[in-house]
């Protein structure tokens, strides 16, 4: 597992590292340059102070050892007449001022000057300098390369301590209850670390309003559910207690519809918990006209039960994004409501037009309609309107789902919805995309 703490030791010593290389070198080529200037000046005032008279014979060498300075001197003629080191394999002549060259033994500093009637070379090897260049660089780093460990501690902690707010924020989640969704406190924390505390905070936040919307549906589903199971249950027994034929079809015929209210209100909250904003649908492309052709001949024959005339009085060619799936139960649930409460003899429209480029379907009737005080309410779920509403279509029940799910599907879609009074004097159900 990587950890944070361990990368920024690693990085933060390995930029110590490198930077105190960095000024190593940065300090072993400005003892150098020194060197260079103070080992110059030294051969020329070695060069200054031997004798400036004519020498009558060549000397031997002093020392074959001592390769510090090396002398050699010519009379005016050329002819050599010192060599202090004569094994050191110098060029055998003499460029006047100071010069670079290099012998099998390495790179030496030359400088050759005229002396009285003489020429005086000296060369000293470079590989002297270097050394004291890099003696005045370690005896300056050599401290800082000592501390690294204590560098490397300090890191540790440090960082450590800058973590610190980090791991509260993780000890006060471990140590929460899974049902403790009230916000974190982001006081006396880091600006680097309130962010994360927000977004955990706007999380839960979300997470509480989820488990909330969760919690009313189960208890209203389960409310909902417990009148239809019910009545099944007592038409069951009177199923098991009918003393003759036509009273037990006459049960039979009530428990049929009991099953089938209690499926079709099991069928509307499995359509609504699909619809919830995390259902996870396919989005493609749909085509409007199309699915509404669909969903109109499927409820066709359900029109003419119920004796209603349905049927698309207009179509134009529009398409949009989104889930086919749940797009074809937002208009079921809206075709099956218009043709459920319009009383026989009846009409239900289907229109699909283009309004300022936006597709809009319209599902209008000539029932009842919806008060305009409850066209709002209807949305909730298992709202429904009051039996003072002159609702001509009592003898079907509903579940209150169905708006409920057209709302949410529609919000799906970035789709509005709107209920208005139909032409006719019913209802309109307005989608526009």
């Known amino acids: 597992m990587r950890s944070i703490r361990r990368q920024l030791l690693i990085w933060l010593l390995a930029l110590v590292i490198v930077g105190v290389g960095f000024a190593g070198w940065l300090i072993y080529r400005q003892a150098l340059a020194e060197a260079n200037e103070?080992?110059?000046?030294?051969?020329?005032?070695?060069?200054?102070?031997?004798?400036?008279?004519?020498?009558?014979?060549?000397?031997?060498?002093?020392?074959?050892?001592?390769?510090?300075?090396?002398?050699?001197?010519?009379?005016?003629?050329?002819?050599?007449?010192?060599?202090?080191?004569?094994?050191?394999?110098?060029?055998?002549?003499?460029?006047?001022?100071?010069?670079?060259?290099?012998?099998?033994?390495?790179?030496?500093?030359?400088?050759?000057?005229?002396?009285?009637?003489?020429?005086?070379?000296?060369?000293?090897?470079?590989?002297?300098r270097n050394r004291v260049a890099a003696g005045v660089a370690w005896r300056t780093l050599w401290p800082l390369v000592l501390l690294l460990p204590l560098l490397g501690l300090a890191i540790w902690v440090i960082v450590g301590l800058g973590l610190a707010p980090l791991q509260r924020v993780t000890r006060a989640l471990d140590t929460r209850h899974p049902?403790?969704?009230?916000?974190?406190?982001?006081?006396?924390?880091?600006?680097?670390?309130?962010?994360?505390?927000?977004?955990?905070?706007?999380?839960?936040?979300?997470?509480?309003?989820?488990?909330?919307?969760?919690?009313?549906?189960?208890?209203?589903?389960?409310?909902?559910?417990?009148?239809?199971?019910?009545?099944?249950?007592?038409?069951?027994?009177?199923?098991?207690?009918?003393?003759?034929?036509?009273?037990?079809?006459?049960?039979?015929?009530?428990?049929?519809?009991?099953?089938?209210?209690?499926?079709?209100?099991?069928?509307?909250?499995?359509?609504?918990?699909?619809?919830?904003?995390?259902?996870?649908?396919?989005?493609?492309?749909?085509?409007?006209?199309?699915?509404?052709?669909?969903?109109?001949?499927?409820?066709?024959?359900?029109?003419?039960?119920?004796?209603?005339?349905?049927?698309?009085?207009?179509?134009?060619?529009?398409?949009v994004t989104g889930d086919p799936d749940a797009l074809r139960v937002m208009f079921n649930n809206l075709i099956d409501n218009a043709t459920k409460y319009t009383p026989k003899g009846g009409r239900v429209d289907v229109v699909l037009t283009i309004q300022n480029g936006r597709p809009t379907v319209e599902i209008a009737d000539n029932g009842p309609g919806i008060p305009q005080e409850e066209r709002e309410k209807v949305f909730d779920r298992f709202y429904r309107v009051g039996e003072g509403a002159g609702r001509a279509r009592t003898d079907i029940a509903g579940s209150g789902l169905g708006l409920a799910i057209v709302r949410r599907v529609a919000d799906q879609h970035a789709a509005t919805v709107s209920l208005t009074q139909s032409q006719a004097g019913g209802l309109s159900a307005s989608i526009r995309f």
């Open 38 to 128: 103070l080992f110059d000046y030294q051969l020329q005032q070695i060069a200054a102070a031997l004798p400036s008279e004519p020498f009558s014979s060549v000397l031997t060498s002093r020392s074959e050892s001592d390769e510090g300075v090396v002398i050699q001197i010519w009379n005016r003629n050329g002819v050599l007449m010192y060599y202090s080191h004569p094994r050191v394999p110098l060029a055998p002549h003499a460029e006047l001022g100071f010069s670079t060259e290099m012998t099998p033994r390495g790179e030496w500093r030359v400088y050759s000057a005229i002396v009285g009637d003489n020429v005086v070379q000296l060369a000293q090897p470079l590989s002297i």
């Open 179 to 319: 049902e403790a969704l009230d916000p974190l406190s982001d006081q006396r924390l880091p600006q680097e670390v309130q962010p994360v505390v927000r977004a955990l905070n706007a999380l839960l936040s979300r997470l509480s309003a989820a488990l909330d919307t969760q919690k009313a549906f189960v208890a209203d589903a389960a409310h909902e559910l417990r009148t239809p199971l019910a009545a099944v249950q007592i038409q069951a027994q009177l199923v098991a207690r009918a003393q003759d034929d036509a009273s037990r079809r006459e049960a039979l015929a009530d428990l049929h519809e009991g099953v089938a209210r209690a499926t079709r209100l099991a069928e509307q909250l499995l359509a609504l918990a699909r619809s919830e904003p995390d259902g996870k649908g396919v989005t493609t492309t749909v085509d409007l006209r199309a699915l509404l052709e669909t969903c109109v001949r499927g409820y066709v024959l359900v029109a003419q039960e119920r004796g209603v005339d349905l049927g698309i009085e207009a179509s134009e060619p529009a398409s």
